[in-house]
């Protein structure tokens, strides 16, 4: 029998975990946490320890304070199935505060928890992904002043990649993050373009083109036409990982087309644009760079170099020296 590769193990059962869902049983609960688990979910926001300009605790965050103090373990468990998603992610962080041996298990099933919450956290509100955010917390991005840390093994850390990448119910930006990543080994390929063709994760793509096949040609080129300035800044991305040819004169077309507007300029799309002409290391890519210095609209000038010389930082060649003095004025 053919021996099956070890991440394929790792997936098949990573993702038997998901088919054990804890079951959200109120009954369980004494009548103080069904309460307070209401309270919660009727203010509907997760904040952290301090939130706005003084730094303040709020009363939702005394909620999880008093969650941590007075729900059971099991309780807690039983929260990380509740409806409500910022319920979830406070039972779930009170029991990686309290170093449950369930947490692992817990973290596994919640991968597919792709419900959004908003989160309030110092002074920045934002919308979160419950799933992000359980990995966030278990690696202790949230870790409060004063909490010891959760340590998640080596082991951990592969079962959460393995499930991120080969469970297409996955959505969440942690997803994204290990897409543009992945070391383009050839036990990753067909998974990362079922990835991109069937999913249509954009930052598949980016991971594609680390692998330089000629049959994923035609996506980047398809993306490097297209008129959405978000597909142009991914089929960039890609240019970057695999400066091709063919992709030139595309990459010339957006050039062109970007340095001459005055406002309303896409950084993201600029900052992908001159990461491609870099890393062409050649005369064609002076010539782009040389063209922004001379014509760029004097009001996003600026923006422009400050890319440009970012670009260079990162992808230095002896034919980009003669912009090292400039680099540093600037």
């Known amino acids: 029998m053919k021996k099956l590769p070890l991440l394929f193990l790792i997936a098949f059962l ?7 869902q804890i079951k959200y049983d109120e009954r369980q609960l004494s009548a103080p946490i069904q309460e307070l688990a209401l309270e919660i979910a009727d203010y509907n926001i997760l904040n952290g320890a301090a939130v706005g300009d003084k730094g303040q605790k ?7 304070e008093r969650l941590c103090q007075e729900a059971t373990n099991e309780e807690l468990k039983n929260l990380t199935a509740h409806p409500h998603a910022v319920v979830r992610c406070y039972a779930f962080k009170a029991l990686v505060y309290k ?14 928890d792709n419900e959004r919450f908003v989160a309030m956290l110092g002074q920045v509100n934002s919308h979160e992904l419950a799933g992000d955010y359980f990995i966030q917390i278990a690696n202790q991005a949230e870790c409060e002043e004063g909490e010891e840390p959760f340590i998640l093994t080596v082991r951990d850390k592969a079962t959460i990649d393995s499930i991120l990448l080969y469970n297409p119910r996955v959505r969440l930006h942690e997803k994204n993050k290990l897409l543009r990543r992945l070391i383009p080994k050839a036990i990753h390929y067909s998974r990362v373009r079922e990835v991109f063709v069937d999913e249509n994760n954009k930052n598949a793509l980016v991971s594609l083109a680390k692998y330089h096949k000629e049959e994923d040609k035609p996506f980047i080129i398809d993306f490097l036409k297209d008129k959405n300035l978000i597909n142009n800044q991914y089929g960039l991305l890609a240019t970057a990982q695999f400066p091709a040819s ?5 990459v010339e077309k957006i050039h062109s087309r970007e340095i001459k507007k005055s406002s309303n300029f896409d950084t993201y799309l600029l900052e992908a644009l001159y ?3 870099v890393r062409y290391k050649n005369e064609g890519s002076v010539a782009l760079i040389d063209k ?8 996003a000038s600026v923006v422009h170099q400050e890319f440009i010389w970012e670009a260079i930082k990162h992808t230095p060649d002896p034919i980009f020296d003669k912009y090292n003095s400039r680099a540093a004025v600037d």
């Open 246 to 250: 063919e992709f030139f004169p595309l």
């Open 58 to 64: 709020t009363d939702q965050y005394q909620r999880y």
């Open 275 to 277: 990461k491609a002409i």
């Open 14 to 20: 990573a993702n038997s975990y998901l088919f054990a």
């Open 292 to 299: 922004t210095l001379s014509k760029a609209h004097k009001n």
């Open 99 to 112: 170093k449950d041996e369930a947490v692992r298990e817990i973290l596994f099933r919640h991968l597919v």
